[in-house]
């Protein structure tokens, strides 16, 4: 059974930094892609960062370019979201999914991805 637990969300003060995880079970990260999305309330869902599984290469949304990190750590069959200077925008329920094609380059398109983890709450607030 396919299945994706994301952990790490919390509340966290303008500036601050949380990690997300996002540990997977019934299959192995490392051969599909993987990407984080959030949606806010009254929003979209939107991509946010992907990580390839064909050569590990890397896809950010402009708007955390530069303050968010994705990376992958095979051996916990886990992939992270590192979140630095995290701002008010930043809040949303943030979302590990898998795209089921192997060894493919990732996008920031939430139509290619077939599983979904049940999220977790980033709220960046003073």
């Known amino acids: 059974q396919l299945q994706l637990v994301e952990s790490g969300g ?22 599909y892609p993987i990407g984080w999305f959030r949606q806010a309330p009254g929003k979209e869902r939107e991509g946010v960062s992907c990580i390839s599984s064909s050569d590990g290469s890397t896809d950010y949304a402009d708007s955390v ?14 992939v992270y979201l590192q979140m630095n200077s995290l701002k008010p925008e930043d809040t949303a329920v943030y979302y590990c999914a898998a795209d089921r094609r192997q060894f493919r380059q990732c996008v920031l398109a939430k139509g290619r991805y077939d599983y979904w983890g049940q999220g977790t709450q980033v709220t960046v607030s003073s």
């Open 65 to 78: 370019k530069g303050r968010f990190t994705i990376s992958r750590d095979s051996a916990k069959n886990t």
């Open 10 to 31: 919390g509340l966290v003060q303008p500036g601050g930094s949380l990690r997300l995880s996002c540990l997977a079970s019934g299959i192995t990260l490392g051969y």
